[in-house]
């Protein structure tokens, strides 16, 4: 019987965990084209090795971030930590 009540719960986790996945995957999208939209009023004047390198930075440092969290709403939601 908790076979069948740790199935759910982890089920519901990642369910969880893969729409907070998607919601942060389309703020980031969402970003992204502000930040196209940006680019092409020429506010930056930096060379296009800058603006590659600081986007590239900043889609790295949302993917980390979104990732450990929903690696840590995930690890919350399955109590695979509280069977110790």
Not at 33 to 58: C, K, N, R, S, Y
Not at 64 to 80: E, K, P, Q, Y
């Amino acid at each position: 019987m908790t076979h069948d009540l740790e199935q759910k719960h982890d089920k519901k986790s990642n369910s969880k965990s893969l729409r907070f996945v998607w919601v942060c995957s389309g703020l980031l999208l969402g970003v992204i084209a502000i930040f196209a939209f940006a680019m092409q009023l020429e506010i930056f004047d930096a060379g296009p090795h800058v603006v590659f390198a600081m986007v590239a930075g900043v889609f790295a440092t949302i993917l980390l971030g979104v990732g450990l969290m929903a690696l840590a709403f995930h690890s919350d939601d399955s109590g695979i930590d509280d069977h110790q």
